[in-house]
């Protein structure tokens, strides 16, 4: 999913994330031999995808950010649809301010357009943002955009190599809000 976002944004196009996971899955099934149709596909993903709970820690961890005065706003490659229902699934919603999605700018990150544009949206400096992912590459294109960073660390989650290191790196959110609520 993540390739073709990428191939998407450089040839200057726009499908919505679940989209492009539909099509990500057709090619690697087609690529086992088997033959699925484009309604097959976005149902196995978009299902799946949308039904993820969250971590054992987050909730408490963003409510602790929220009481220690911390703006909270959800940064997405998903759609709005996609992200709206997944976090009303996980039950997240009440925690955050603001859910940005890509899609109501049309450049997938880590392009830096798109962590320029959610600056701006939020109304902040883009240091004075911080992105916390458990993505490498999602934690390199926010450094790469001028933000602050929070890596966590969950098991098969790496930091890029090639890029800068975030500020903070735990092995969950709670030890990230713990660190930054000190700071406070």
């Not at 990428?6 to 539909?22: K, M």
């Not at 099934?29 to 993903?45: L, M, V, W």
Request: hydrophobic residues 45%; aromatic residues 8%.
């Amino acid at each position: 999913m993540l390739q073709y976002s990428l191939v998407t944004t450089v040839g200057r196009q726009y499908n919505d994330f679940g989209i492009i996971g539909a099509a990500a899955l057709q090619m690697v099934a087609a690529n086992h031999g088997i033959s699925i149709t484009e309604t097959q596909a976005k149902e196995a993903i978009l299902g799946p995808l949308r039904s993820i709970p969250a971590h054992p820690e987050v909730k408490q961890a963003l409510q602790s950010l929220t009481d220690a005065g911390y703006k909270l706003v959800s940064f997405t490659n998903s759609s709005n649809k996609g992200v709206e229902t997944q976090f009303k699934n996980a039950g997240l919603t009440e925690y955050f301010e603001q859910r940005l999605s890509i899609e109501d700018m049309g450049k997938f990150k880590p392009h830096a357009d798109a962590y320029d544009w959610a600056a701006r949206k939020m109304g902040v400096q883009p240091n004075e943002c911080m992105l916390i992912a458990a993505h490498g590459w999602d934690i390199a294109g926010a450094l790469w955009a001028n933000w602050r960073g929070a890596f966590i660390s969950r098991p098969g989650a790496q930091l890029y190599p090639l890029a800068a290191l975030p500020e903070l790196s735990e092995s969950n959110l709670k030890n990230i809000a713990d660190k930054l609520i000190a700071l406070k």
